[in-house]
């Protein structure tokens, strides 16, 4: 069965103190690994999609890589707009679309 | 971007009826949606596939009789909550994409519609 494990479950951090959320996956065949954004009360918000290892993706602050068996979302220098939730999802390959998500990682960035 | 409209936002219903909640994508076609459900702190868990033009595919544990699901055209799938139960209040987000999702067509969602039953 697919799975995906994020860590921490929530992160607190000061502004401008990088960190790196954590995604760890177990698939049948990785087709690929997807990152959101979420706010509350919100859906979803798309990110990267990274498809094979050592493949990275780049959008402002944040930098999503991608290994083997997990990924990661760094973030530098964080500001107060970043809080939200960041979900991990991987879609495996086989034919279904389906993406099969973590419980994602609460980030909150304190002025 | 694409987008992904979903209405209504918030509903609040008794205890035996229905909800209908619909999803559109407003500048693209969808041939196929994805229902998913939300519960606090929980990660979204895939309710059902819904094909235009053909029954939606159910997960394993989803009452396919209870929630209805009808994607009646390229831009519109909607998702009934029949003879509703305070145990089906939840957070029900749809998300779309225009192809399969992969790098040239991710999985877009709706902001969801937060279901309570009282």
């Known amino acids: 069965e697919d799975q995906v494990t994020q860590s921490p479950e929530a992160l607190r951090l000061q502004e401008g103190e990088s960190s790196s959320l954590n995604c760890s996956y177990t698939v049948s065949g990785l087709r690929g690994l997807f990152w959101y954004r979420q706010d509350p009360g919100k859906g979803p918000e798309f990110l990267f999609t990274l498809y094979s290892a050592g493949e990275e993706k780049e959008k402002e602050r944040l930098k999503a890589t991608l290994t083997k068996k997990e990924s990661f979302l760094h973030i530098t220098a964080p500001k107060p707009e970043d809080s939200a939730t960041y979900l991990c999802?991987?879609?495996?390959?086989?034919?279904?679309?389906?993406?099969?998500f973590g419980k994602g990682t609460k980030l909150t960035v304190n002025p | 971007g694409a987008v992904v409209s979903q209405h209504p936002s918030r509903v609040i219903c008794k205890s035996g009826t229905s909800v209908k909640i619909e999803c559109r994508s407003l500048d693209f076609q969808a041939t196929t949606m994805f229902w998913y459900r939300q519960f606090p702190k929980q990660s979204l868990m895939l309710m059902a596939t819904?094909?235009?033009?053909?029954?939606?595919?159910?997960e394993q544990g989803v009452e396919k009789d209870k929630f209805l699901i009808n994607h009646a055209s390229l831009t519109l799938s909607t998702l009934t909550v029949t003879s509703a139960h305070p145990e089906d209040s939840s957070f029900y987000i749809c998300s779309a994409s225009e192809g399969p999702p992969s790098y040239n067509s991710p999985l877009h969602f709706g902001n969801g519609t937060r279901l309570t039953v009282t």
């Open positions: 819904s094909n235009e033009g053909s029954k939606a595919t159910y």
């Open positions: 999802a991987v879609q495996a390959q086989g034919g279904s679309e389906k993406l099969v």
